[in-house]
Structures are given as C-alpha cells and as structure tokens.
C-alpha cells in the first residue's frame, strides 16, 4: 500500500512542464478529492484498488495523453466543461475573449453566435455570465455538438442553442449583435501539431491551411452579412497573427479594428 505522498512522487517519471501538478490532479480525479485534501493526509494510505487506476492514469500520461482526457474535465471560465479527444481542450487564453465579450456595450437581449464551439466553452461562459442573452453555437462535428450538448445541459439547460454545421452556413438569413469564434488557426506544417498534447486533440480544430488564416478568413469575410448594424466580432488567433486578423477585418469592412494579448501578454483576441 502507498501513501498519498508516494503517489505523488510519480510524477517524477512525467516528461511534462506540469508533473507535479498533473499528478495531484490525476491522483484527486482517482481519490474524488480536493487537491487541498492531499497537503492535508500526505502520510495516508491509499486503497490498493484507487492506486491502481491512479497508476493507469499516469501511465497515459507519461506516453503523452492530456490530463483533461484522462479526467474527462476541464475548467473554463467559472465552468467545470466535459472534454473528449472530439474537442479542443479548453484553454485560458480564450477566457480574455469572454472578458471582453463581457465589456462591450450590448443591448440586454443580446443575440450571439459562437462559430466552432467544440466543448460549448464560450457559448456557455457567455449564457452563464449574461442569462439574457440569446446565444447559438455552431460546430461542423457531431460528435463536439454532442459534449457542447452534454455541458450544456449540466450547466444551463435551455439556454443554448445549438446547431450542426460549418461556421455561418447554419446561420442563413440570421444577424447577430455579437458573433464570436475560437476557429483552428495553426499553421498546417508547425512543428507544434507534432509534439505534446496537441497530438490527441482534433486536428481540424486546430490546423487551418499553410498560414493559419483560412478559417479565421472565411469568418471575417462572411461576418458582415450576419452581424446587426453596431454589432461586434471577436475572433481568437495565433500570437503572430494580430496584423494579418487586422487586415482582415478592416478588408471585411470593421471599424475600430483592435487587438487584446492573454495573460501571457500575447496579442490573442481581435475585435471591430
Ligand atoms: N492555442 C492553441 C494551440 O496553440 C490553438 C487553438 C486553435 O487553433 N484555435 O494549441
């Protein structure tokens, strides 16, 4: 039998930026525990039956699997989203789209289409954070619609909806006061793709043509034609895309065309 800190000591054999951490919260998801319920029993011992499962999970992890796929969670926004290998990971550079959805001067009754929602991340931090607003998601994949679905369901039943297809198209003849996307926006042939926990996420959420753009293109040509007069647009992309997103959107007729960086001070979010 082996102690909370013993487990723990595992992570050792992680190859990741994050090993201790991955540990305590692989060993918490195997527990059903907070992570403060570790500092608090280090010298207890663990069941031989939870120890078991909690060394499966950690051997998926030292070949690469993300923790979010191992616990099958991931926390977005003030949201605890269901996450498979069918959606992007959620990431905390998307949380400064929300703020700044959060801060622009909208009717009450918004209306608001999140393009691509994968897990539902955005479109359910919005619903959550405003429960007047009138939010749509849309995702090409079934099989993301269907985690969108599930979270949807868990965390504000009715207030989502929901629509299977590719950016706009399932939107004809509809305008919006806000329309937001996180689209895939890596470069088709970076390195990145190959390494790391990107690995097990979708590729098509991820990878979008030989310079990243042809997604984030695609949306802030169509925009205009689905946004109400004085309505936004806000789209996330790559570190080094600012001044081509930029272009876009001042090509596609957007005013007021401004950048915001992430947490990492990376310019990430673009709006007009
Ligand atoms: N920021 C993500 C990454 O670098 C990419 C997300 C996306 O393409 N939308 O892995």
Redesign the pocket.
């Known amino acids: 039998m082996s102690t909370v800190r013993g487990l723990l000591g595992l992570a050792a054999g992680l190859d990741s930026d994050s090993a201790a951490l991955d540990a305590e919260v692989l060993l918490c998801h195997c527990l059903d525990k907070p992570r403060s319920w570790l500092y608090t029993w280090p010298e207890k011992n663990v069941d031989p039956a939870i120890e078991a499962r909690y060394r499966e999970l950690m051997a998926r992890r030292a070949a690469g699997h993300p923790v979010a796929h191992l616990t099958g969670r991931r926390d977005f926004w003030s949201l605890e989203l269901e996450v498979t290998a069918d959606t ?1 990971i959620p ?1 905390p ?2 949380e400064t789209l929300v703020a700044w959805a959060l801060e622009l001067p909208l009717p009450d009754i918004a209306r608001v289409a999140d393009l ?1 929602t994968g897990s539902g991340a955005i479109a359910l931090a919005l619903a959550t954070e405003r429960p007047r607003w009138a939010v749509t998601a849309t995702d090409a994949s079934a099989a993301a619609l269907a985690v969108a679905g599930r979270n949807a369901e868990r965390l504000c039943p009715g207030r989502v909806r929901l629509l299977e297809g590719s950016w706009f198209a399932p939107l004809a003849g509809e305008r919006f006061d806000l329309v937001v996307s ?5 470069e088709a042939g970076d390195r ?2 190959a390494r790391g ?2 690995r097990f ?1 979708p590729r098509s ?4 043509g030989p310079e ?1 753009l042809d997604d984030l293109s695609h949306i802030a040509r169509n925009a205009p034609a689905y946004i109400l007069p004085g309505g936004y647009l806000l789209l ?3 570190c080094d895309q600012g001044e081509p997103v930029r272009a876009l959107l001042r090509q596609a007729g957007f005013e007021a065309v401004n950048t915001r960086r992430d947490l990492g001070g990376l310019e ?1 979010i673009t709006g007009g």
Do not use: S
């Open positions: 992007l990431r550079d998307t691509g996180n689209p895939p926006y890596v990145h793709l926990d990107v996420e959420a991820l990878a979008a990243g996330e992309h790559g990430r």
